[in-house]
Nanobody, 119 residues
């Protein structure tokens, strides 16, 4: 079992910044990709940003130029720097870790962290 632990959510005013962190309890050798998803009330969960083992990143159009995904040197912790936050960024943010093993690929999720952008 892989533990995925998120931190860093909170309340911020429009235009402000937050940094989310996500740590996976697994060696980076078995991690294919890590990413952040979000789900607002009444909406489907959507991809915000992801980073694969090789380092390539992918962003939702709505956050390009404002959010940056990065990882630590051990490549088992991923960060999401969120700048110029807007009220529409309000959601529960979930970290996703994709692990490869002899059984194939498996997705693990964190418990979610609330991000609220409001004045």
């Amino acid at each position: 079992q892989v533990q995925v632990v998120e931190s860093g959510g909170g309340l911020v005013q429009p235009g402000g910044s937050l940094r989310l962190s996500c740590a996976a309890s697994r060696s980076a050798f078995s991690i294919l990709a890590m990413g952040w998803y979000r789900q607002a009330p009444g909406q489907q969960r959507e991809l915000v940003a992801s980073i694969i083992r090789g380092g390539a990143t992918n962003y939702a159009d709505s956050v390009k130029g404002r959010f940056t995904i990065s990882r630590d040197n051990a490549m088992s912790t991923v960060y999401l720097q969120m700048n110029s936050l807007k009220p529409e960024d309000t959601a529960v943010y979930y970290c996703n870790v994709q692990i490869v093993s002899l059984g194939g690929k498996t997705d693990y999720w964190g418990q979610g962290t609330q991000v609220t952008v409001s004045s």
